[in-house]
């Protein structure tokens, strides 16, 4: 008989993109309310590497990335994409922000091995993992050093977001330890 084994806490990461510095700190502050205490922020960067969402939300948009504390099971990802969306939804009803969706949350995880992240999208490298939600893993940590692959975002091959990436293994590792 084989053993099944559970799988390691992983440590939730979400991406966001946002119009303003207005829509982003809201969509910080209703992270916090819905899946708790922050601990780690990246720094705030220009989003430049596509026009993709300039429609919806604008020609200047920020991009951050914040990790929540408390550490979660992989199997947690898709029903945390569900409610990015519906917070997502929610901040586009906020007044004057003046943009259809002032917020793109990418919710992810982060494993000693690895980025994860959700989409509502399939493609050929995704993997269906439930309630209409898929994942693809769009970094590896091999070597000492993120490695990105044909298909991740330009974003994401950016040494400025390895940094931050490697910020979160050391600090996942450490709370694994604990």
């Given at each position: 008989m084989?053993?099944?084994?559970?799988?390691?806490?992983?440590?939730?990461?979400?991406?966001?993109?946002?119009?303003?510095?207005?829509?982003?700190n809201a969509a910080i502050d209703m992270i916090k309310d819905k899946f708790g205490e922050c601990d780690l922020e990246s720094e705030t960067w220009a989003f430049t590497q596509t026009e993709y969402y300039a429609k919806e939300t604008g020609s200047e948009i920020l991009k951050k990335f914040i990790t929540v504390k408390k550490l979660i099971t992989p199997d947690k990802l898709a029903a945390i994409k569900l409610k990015t969306n519906k917070m997502e939804e929610k901040l586009a009803r906020m007044p004057g922000i003046g943009f259809s969706r002032p917020v793109n949350l990418d919710p992810?995880?982060?494993?000693?091995?690895?980025l994860v992240l959700a989409s509502t999208k399939n493609?050929?490298?995704?993997?269906y993992i439930g309630k209409k939600i898929w994942a693809e893993v769009t970094l590896v940590y091999n070597k000492g050093r993120w490695v990105?692959?044909?298909y991740t975002f330009p974003d994401h091959r950016e040494?400025?977001?390895?940094?931050?990436?490697?910020?979160?293994?050391?600090k996942l590792v450490e709370q694994i330890r604990q």
């Open positions: 084989w053993t099944l084994k559970k799988p390691e806490p992983v440590k939730l990461i979400i991406g966001i993109l946002a119009a303003n510095e207005t829509a982003l992810g995880y982060i494993e000693p091995s690895k493609f050929s490298h995704r993997i990105f692959f044909e040494e400025r977001y390895h940094g931050f990436f490697s910020k979160v293994r050391e």
